[in-house]
T-cell receptor
C-alpha cells in the first residue's frame, strides 16, 4: 500500500521555467489537496479537489494550476516559476471520517528551489 | 475564518524534562476537529492525534498527553520525560466539518513549534 506518492522529491528550476509536481494516491480517496510549507509559516493550502473533475482554490493559489482527471492523480503545475515559489510542497489525500470531518494522509513532500 | 496560533516558535529543553506545546484556535463552527502532527528532521508529516470538538476528554498515549479545553479554545500537547528523538517541528491544525469551506480536508495549520531536546 503506497499511500500518497509525490514525485520528484527534489527539484531545482530556473526562474520562468514550468514544471508539474506529481501526486498519486492508491486509497481511492475523494479529496486531495496541495499545501506549501515555508519557514515559520506552517502549511498553507494552494488548491484542493473534492472529486474527479472538481477543483478549487485555497489560500495561496496564484502561480499554480491544478486539474483532477482521475481519482488517483492530482498534479500541481507551476506555470512560470518564481523564486517566491521556493518551498516544500505537500500533497494530501483524505476521505470523510466515520467520526466526522476527514482523515488526511500526506505525501513525503517535494522540495523545490527556484533560482 | 478559522485560525490556529502556536505562540511558541522554538522551545529548547534538556532531555527528561517535561515540555508543553501550546495551541490556541479560533472557529465559528460548533463542530470541528483538532490535530497534532510531528515533522521530524527527515521532513515527513506524522499524524499524532485527532480530537473532535464534542469530546473534551484528555488523552494520554505513552509519554504524550493532550489537554483540550473548549472554554479557552486550547489544545495543548505535553511530552513527559522528553527524549532526543522528540526533537521535531510540531504542528497543531484545525478542521471544520466537511462542507464548511476551507478546502477538501479543511485543515488550517498553525505555524509550528520547533522543539529541541538537548542530550
Amino acid at each position: 500500500n503506497a499511500g500518497v506518492t509525490q514525485t520528484p522529491k527534489f527539484q531545482v528550476l530556473k526562474t520562468g521555467q514550468s514544471m508539474t509536481l506529481q501526486c498519486a494516491q492508491d486509497m481511492n480517496h475523494e479529496y486531495m489537496s496541495w499545501y506549501r510549507q515555508d519557514p515559520g509559516m506552517g502549511l498553507r493550502l494552494i488548491h484542493y479537489s473534492v472529486g474527479a473533475g472538481i477543483t478549487d482554490q485555497g489560500e495561496v493559489p496564484n502561480g499554480y494550476n491544478v486539474s483532477r482527471s482521475t481519482t488517483e492523480d492530482f498534479p500541481l503545475r507551476l506555470l512560470s516559476a518564481a523564486p517566491s515559489q521556493t518551498s516544500v510542497y505537500f500533497c494530501a489525500s483524505s476521505y470523510p471520517s466515520t467520526q466526522g470531518g476527514t482523515e488526511a494522509f500526506f505525501g513525503q513532500g517535494t522540495r523545490l528551489t527556484v533560482v | 475564518a478559522q485560525k490556529v496560533t502556536q505562540a511558541q516558535t522554538e522551545i529548547s529543553v534538556v532531555e527528561k524534562e517535561d515540555v508543553t506545546l501550546d495551541c490556541v484556535y479560533e472557529t465559528r463552527d460548533t463542530t470541528y476537529y483538532l490535530f497534532w502532527y510531528k515533522q521530524p528532521p527527515s521532513g515527513e508529516l506524522v499524524f499524532l492525534i485527532r480530537r473532535n470538538s464534542f469530546d473534551e476528554q484528555n488523552e494520554i498515549s505513552g509519554r504524550y498527553s493532550w489537554n483540550f479545553q473548549k472554554s479557552t479554545s486550547s489544545f495543548n500537547f505535553t511530552i513527559t520525560a522528553s527524549q532526543v528523538v522528540d526533537s521535531a517541528v510540531y504542528f497543531c491544525a484545525l478542521s471544520e466539518a466537511v462542507g464548511s469551506g476551507g478546502g477538501a480536508d479543511g485543515l488550517t495549520f498553525g505555524k509550528g513549534t520547533h522543539l529541541i531536546i538537548q542530550p
